[in-house]
């Protein structure tokens, strides 16, 4: 994968978590976030942050989180996939989003 198609997995990757995040909150989710520079940072009720970034030399999406930091590279058959562990991307964002912040993210 080049860079402009690792920026435009990234870019619709950042989409898609952004408005799970988004319709959590419309539906009484005490949750903030904000994407700046490519960088969504999703703020919980006690404050913690959760930050997803891209990393482009490692062609990785970083996730730090209270819990961690997760690297995911990915692949075209399985999506977004934690370098370490094979977990899917969406199932650790849901587990995070769930024990950080008691927030039911709906990444279907």
Not at 3 to 26: G, H, P, Q, S, T
Not at 54 to 71: D, N, Q, T, Y
């Amino acid at each position: 994968m080049d860079e402009k198609e690792f920026a435009e997995c990234c870019r619709l990757a950042l989409a898609r978590i952004e408005n799970a995040v988004e319709r959590a909150a419309d539906e009484g989710a005490d949750v903030d976030f904000e994407m700046q520079s490519g960088i969504l940072e999703i703020e919980c009720a006690d404050g913690s942050k959760i930050i997803v970034s891209p990393h482009m030399i490692a062609k990785e999406l970083w996730v730090a989180a209270r819990s961690g930091g997760f690297h995911f590279r990915h692949d075209d058959k399985l999506g977004w996939v934690d370098t370490r562990t094979g977990e899917a991307l969406d199932q650790r964002l849901i587990e995070i989003l769930k024990q950080q912040g008691q927030i039911q993210l709906n990444l279907a």
